[in-house]
């Protein structure tokens, strides 16, 4: 009688102690009652291919990929997903039967799950979006917009350059604007995104004045430390529907589990509490 094996799965990142992804998976394990493990490892730029080749001797079912692997992956994997293609960065690859490294960006799935979750009234389709910053969440979240099929994206970064280059890649419906123009312009959005750093615990203060702001205006931040950025409480203020950034992170996770461990996992309320703590 043969005995089946763990299904094993972790985070790839340097560093990677901060990482809350450990929490997140071994909750819904202990949830679901399945036998698995779901390890953070802390790898460097260097062992990045020779641990990947090594994990589903392992066992290991998959894995999420963090800072600063996210674009290196790209040239190990044999398989990329069109989303991570579009993107040029994966977080989440899946050790296939057929002994092939699936490479896949699911950034951009939990941003859009996350804003239909906490705001089910939001219509993509209702005016510009306007993106704060040009890095690789930017690029994932672009993205995603897109194929919600937003009319357009103002995209607004500190180095005007990144953003350039981001409209170079992506194409017509993104007009990029001066960091400096952002208040003039923001008047215009009919969601708002930040995705900068700015405002983290830890890091600089987002220092916009919002008084273009339209009380419709759905304004999302994916900073989740603090739960509540200064952005968002503004944003409350004026009367603003706001969605925190702690479900993208949450949602974002679901189709990894979903491949490695066989079921698709619930994001509740009961989870958020969990990641909160």
Not at 103 to 127: M, Q, R, S
Not at 184 to 198: D, F, H, K, V, Y
């Amino acid at each position: 009688m043969s005995i089946p094996s763990i299904p094993l799965a972790g985070v790839i990142g340097h560093p990677i102690a901060h990482s809350k992804s450990p929490r997140l998976h071994g909750h819904w394990l202990k949830r679901y009652g399945i036998p698995g493990h779901y390890i953070p490892m802390e790898v460097a730029s260097n062992d990045l291919a020779h641990v990947l080749n090594i994990l589903p001797k392992a066992g290991f079912r998959g894995v999420n990929v963090t800072i600063p692997h996210k674009e290196a992956v790209l040239d190990i994997a044999d398989v990329i997903s069109d989303r991570a293609a579009l993107i040029g960065a994966a977080n989440t690859l899946t050790f296939q039967s057929d002994g092939k490294l699936h490479a896949d960006n699911t950034d951009g799935i939990g941003f859009i799950a996350n804003l239909k979750h906490n705001a089910p009234d939001w219509d993509p389709a209702a005016g510009p979006a306007m993106v704060l910053g040009a890095g690789g969440a930017s690029r994932a979240i672009v993205a995603a917009l897109l194929h919600e099929r937003v009319p357009a994206i103002l995209l607004a970064n500190r180095t005007r350059a990144r953003a350039d280059a981001l409209k170079a890649h992506f194409g017509g419906k993104i007009e990029v604007i001066d960091w400096n123009n952002v208040p003039q312009r923001m008047e215009e959005a009919a969601t708002l995104i930040n995705t900068t750093s700015l405002g983290m615990a830890g890091k600089e203060e987002l220092k916009l004045p919002l008084d273009g702001l339209q009380a419709s205006t759905l304004v999302t931040d994916i900073v989740y430390t603090p739960l509540t950025t200064n952005l968002l409480a503004t944003a409350h203020e004026r009367g603003c529907p706001i969605v925190d950034g702690l479900g993208m992170l949450l949602h974002q996770a679901v189709p990894g589990f979903e491949r490695w461990f066989g079921m698709t996992p619930d994001v509740d309320e009961d989870l958020r509490q969990v990641m909160l703590r």
